[in-house]
């Protein structure tokens, strides 16, 4: 991708005042750091964090109809949901392989709000209009908000200061409400697994929320100690650990496909539940020391059997120890299986252990 | 602005080479180089004995984001390692003209270091 190409989200400049080294991400140009990942995966495990997730796209669905049309298209099940309800959910194509993750809300009847991956607005958005039966209006609202992700234990105070008098949804929840003359949609979801919320404002807007969510306490965030603290608790992330050549039966997503109703690749889903899936997306973890792990390194038995290659990896500052995800043939990777990650042609020991990494 | 000793040597891919000492050289990282890399969480150090020519990676410095290849401007045998850094990776960080340092070299062309460039010309090359 060409410089000409790389967008900024309208945080860019307040991001380089606040010391972030830059790097592009999905086609953006994000920070990666402010004072350093470590340092800042910690005030988010302990504290409070802010991240710039402008990048992520936002769309509406709405119209009679809505409902069916998107329970076609997605694999979790939008009758579960209540209005100010949101499930993460996945698109997939018809071989049952994952086009994207996101997470729909519930606004209203045949109402959603949905939030897609950066790097797939596009791609979304085309599908959806593709399959989107008439009368039923689906509009990209991506380039209209500001997103802003508040995670750690003491998010809650962060938000007290930001709207105070509000109340927060509860978990899985949004609220779309006003507050300091700006419309605000406050989502209860995370990406760190810890408590928090993600919420979004007019763009116009953004750097004076994002000022007023570090003046009430939280520690602005980068890229890179979102990659690590997700990558602790096994959250998939699209293009590493997700791909348009796997279900999300072998990423162990089966939690969010109802196989009941009828959605794009459901039989590929079905066959694989009753047949078995062909590869497992499984957790690594280090037993021995070792360079940390990292996206492409191979993965053997300790026979040199070639098992496949890591997606994601990462020295996980919380566990002190190198920590991967990768797909294996699912008869070879069972809980427990001792393995060997390759680092320049250095086998480290590592484990097949359960999901996630950090236990909470 | 990164400190840069006036008495080392530097390549264009970011190491330093202190001053000869009986033959031998100590070979590091540039602090230039350690505040790019961020938190230095691993050090895979070479073993000592083995020699290496002038462009071979002779290390590699990691950090929570990525690997980063040390390539030794001069050629030579490794004599020390700094063990240091396989339990405290982030001296690199704290003080990577110092105590930061990847290995010594027993220099097999001394006239390499003719090719690197000054404190100076290190810190236009920075700019």
């Not at chain 1, 994952?98 to 109402?111: F, H, P, T």
């Not at chain 1, 209009?129 to 809650?156: M, R, W, Y």
């Not at chain 1, 050549?245 to 109703?261: F, N, Q, R, V």
Request: glycine content about 10%.
């Amino acid at each position: 991708m060409s410089e000409e190409q790389i967008k900024c989200t309208p945080l860019c400049e307040k991001h380089v005042a606040l010391g972030a080294k830059m790097v592009p991400f999905a086609g953006w140009n994000m920070p990666v750091q402010y004072t350093g990942i470590i340092d800042e995966h910690n005030a988010v495990r302990n504290d409070c964090g802010v991240f710039d997730i402008s990048h992520m796209g936002q769309f509406l669905a709405y119209g009679p109809g809505t409902t069916d049309w998107l329970n076609g298209m997605f694999t979790n099940n939008l009758h579960k949901l209540t209005d100010g309800v949101g499930q993460y959910s996945m698109m997939l194509n018809e071989r049952g392989g994952v086009i994207d993750d996101l997470i729909i809300y519930r606004m209203g009847e045949d109402n959603y709000f949905i939030v897609v991956n950066a790097s797939m607005i596009d791609e979304d958005y085309a599908w959806l209009t593709a399959h989107k039966p008439e009368g039923i209006s689906l509009v990209n609202k991506s380039a209209d908000f500001v997103g802003l992700a508040v995670q750690g234990p003491n998010c809650e105070k962060v938000f007290a200061g930001m709207c105070p008098g509000i109340v927060l949804p509860e978990r899985n929840g949004i609220l779309k409400f006003s507050c300091d003359g700006d419309e605000l949609y406050v989502c209860r979801t995370g990406y760190t697994g810890e408590n928090g919320f993600e919420f979004f404002c007019p763009a116009a807007e953004g750097v004076k929320w994002l000022e007023k969510v570090i003046a009430s306490g939280a520690k602005p965030c980068g890229l890179g100690a979102r990659d690590s603290l997700r990558l602790e608790m096994c959250y998939s992330l699209n293009g590493s650990d997700l791909s348009p050549e796997k279900t999300p039966l072998e990423a162990g997503l089966s939690w969010c496909c109802d196989l009941t109703k009828d959605f794009i690749g459901v039989e590929v889903l079905r066959q694989q539940k009753a047949e078995g899936r062909p590869t497992a997306l499984v957790a690594i973890e280090y037993t021995g020391k070792g360079a940390p792990p990292r996206h492409g390194y191979e993965v053997q038995l300790p026979d040199g059997t070639h098992l496949g290659e890591l997606c994601s990896g990462v020295l996980s500052p919380t566990l002190g120890k190198g920590i991967a995800m990768a797909y294996v043939p699912a008869a070879l990777g069972k809980i427990g299986t001792e393995v060997n990650v390759i680092v320049r042609n250095k086998p480290v020991p590592a484990v097949i252990i359960k999901k996630p990494f950090l236990k909470k | 602005m990164s400190a840069i000793p006036a008495d080392y040597k530097y390549s264009s891919e970011h190491e330093w080479v202190s001053p000869v000492v009986d033959g031998v050289v100590t070979l590091g990282i540039t602090d230039h180089a350690q505040s790019e890399l961020g938190d230095v969480v691993y050090v895979d150090l070479p073993a000592v004995g083995d020699s290496f020519s002038k462009g071979d990676s002779i290390a590699a410095v990691e950090s929570v984001k990525a690997a980063s290849d040390v390539y030794t401007p001069v050629s030579g045998e490794v004599v020390e390692v700094n063990e240091v850094l396989d339990a405290e990776p982030a001296t690199v960080n704290a003080d990577a003209n110092g105590a930061g340092w990847i290995c010594k070299i027993r220099l097999s062309d001394p006239s390499e270091l003719d090719e690197l460039m000054d404190a100076a010309a290190y810190a236009e090359f920075c700019k």
